[in-house]
């Protein structure tokens, strides 16, 4: 089990390179989440044949893991809809009731059903790499913690307990967290981990050392900076940097922005500038604007136009696009009936109208473009795979002339539209596929196989010898 100081210490991506080590060793290995809080999410088999969601940290790793990954992995995820309302999805599926519920009341119900998964897991592989959430020595929530605490206690886990060394004060977070641990979980600890250190690790001598006189846990792992590793940033950590150079291109994040980390291959990929817009100023000099997903589309696009950003985007002369939610607030009209959203005037960018289900549509599937006008044209007759997860149903506004179909999923039907420059789509993930990629900027991307293997790769440098193994024993 990979427990952290705080969030955004690493977790995500150790337990991503742990599944790999492991899975090169010839084991059979499961990545586990209790409890997730992010509203990047991925679609996967749930239930009785029927499709669920997961955060998407555990969807990589099961890849890493050599998996295909399942409800189980991430029995609960907790996806934010305001600064104190989650929607709560068990083992894939929201449950509307839980989701009224007060923490404390939740927490009591949603922990036995979490356990039960993890139990199935460690039945049916050889082993369980398992992520902490936030930090384990939160002694207010002690006794309802049942995604850090009450996991290692019921997995009887080798513990590593991971820190961000650069934002400073890492021998204090390790001590600090150490100390406050319950006994019993605290003489789980195999090792601290101290993660994204740059300069000469000879400097922190005698801090490894004295830090184990005072717990009798031993510093196993010293890694060094690696913004370059391929992996999106953890479930709920924005890292807002702009990065690369050459075509800009302009992401809008909204508070509720989803699905953030379908943008990844953007940031690496050579000949890109990628940055995130706040203010009309943000967008200014962009060549492309992307309106991304939503948690709340109705609250976003409102505060899309308390910042000014509606007249920025309505006047940008070069591409836009919209994905799921983003392709909703390009149309005229959002109308909620049910109470899943809100009701509020798009863009006017597209002549769509949505209306919001009380349903979520949940599907991974093939996807295909029809034939495309510029600028948007490099795109046509591509194929690609792609996942929904969206409670709108979009369909063209009776009083306009309706857009050109864009894209339709294996079913046939029409999940994408084109109005000249704006282009908005239903589907998640395409700038993960290479087809994607080659056709918009004649380059393939770094394939994720290669993107694990330098992740193990990396640990087993950097890792004490044995350590990796050990745990197992």
């Known amino acids: 089990m990979v427990l952290g100081t705080t969030s955004g210490a690493g977790k995500s ?22 409890q997730n809080m992010s509203n990047n999410a991925r679609v996967v088999p749930g239930l009785n044949g029927s499709m669920g969601e997961i955060g998407s940290a555990q969807y990589f790793q099961a890849l890493a893991a050599g998996r295909v990954p399942e409800v189980r992995m991430n029995p609960v995820l907790l996806k934010p809809e305001a600064d104190t309302q989650s929607q709560v999805v068990v ?31 460690m039945a049916e592989n050889d082993v369980v790499v398992i992520e902490g959430a936030g930090s384990p020595a939160e002694i207010n929530l002690a006794a309802n913690d049942y995604v850090n605490l009450g996991t290692a206690r019921a997995a009887r886990a080798a513990c590593l307990l991971v820190t961000d060394i650069d934002r400073g004060g890492a021998f204090a977070h390790l001590y600090g967290t150490h100390q406050l641990m319950p ?21 922190l001598t005698p801090g490894p050392e004295q830090l184990q006189a005072l717990t009798g846990v031993p510093t196993v792992a010293t890694l060094p900076m690696w913004r370059g590793h391929g992996l999106p940033e953890e479930d709920g950590v924005f890292d807002d940097s702009t990065t690369g150079a050459g075509l800009r291109i302009a992401v809008v994040a909204y508070p509720r922005l989803s699905n953030l980390d379908e943008f990844q291959p953007l940031r690496q990929l050579p000949g890109v500038c990628l940055s995130w817009a706040r203010t009309p100023q943000d967008l200014a000099g962009a060549d492309w604007i ?98 929904e997860i969206r409670h709108g149903r979009t369909r063209a506004h009776p009083a306009f002339e309706p857009p050109r179909v864009a894209l339709r999923n294996a079913g046939g039907e029409a999940i994408g539209w084109q109005a ?24 393939r991307g770094k394939p994720l196989e290669a993107v694990f293997d330098g992740l193990a790769d990396f640990i087993n440098l950097h890792f004490e010898p044995g350590v990796l193994a050990g745990l197992l024993s």
């Open 13 to 34: 991506w150790l337990v991503t390179a742990l599944c790999r080590w492991y899975a090169r060793q010839g084991l059979k290995v499961a990545p586990y989440k209790a």
């Open 91 to 121: 083992l894939g599926e929201v449950d509307a009731a839980l989701s009224r519920l007060p923490w404390h009341e939740r927490s009591a119900l949603l922990g036995p059903r979490a356990e039960g998964a993890l139990h199935e897991l």
């Open 183 to 203: 006994a019993d979980v605290r003489a789980q600890l195999r090792g601290f981990v101290l993660n994204r250190f740059r300069g000469d690790a000879a400097l």
């Open 290 to 387: 992307i309106l991304p997903g939503s948690k709340s589309t109705a609250a976003d696009l409102a505060w899309l136009r308390e910042q000014r950003l509606d007249a920025a985007i309505n006047t940008h002369p070069g591409p836009i696009l919209g994905i799921c939610g983003g392709l909703q607030m390009l149309g005229e009209a959002l109308i909620d009936t049910e109470g899943v959203d809100g009701n509020a005037p798009g863009l006017g960018l597209l002549p769509l109208v949505t209306v919001f289900a009380r349903e979520k549509r949940l599907l991974d599937t093939t996807v295909r473009f029809d034939r495309l006008d510029e600028p948007w044209a490099p795109l046509s007759e591509v194929s690609a795979r792609g996942y």
């Open 420 to 443: 000249g420059r704006v282009l908005g789509v239903y589907a998640h993930g395409l700038f993960e596929q290479p087809a994607v990629l080659q056709a918009l900027f004649s380059q």
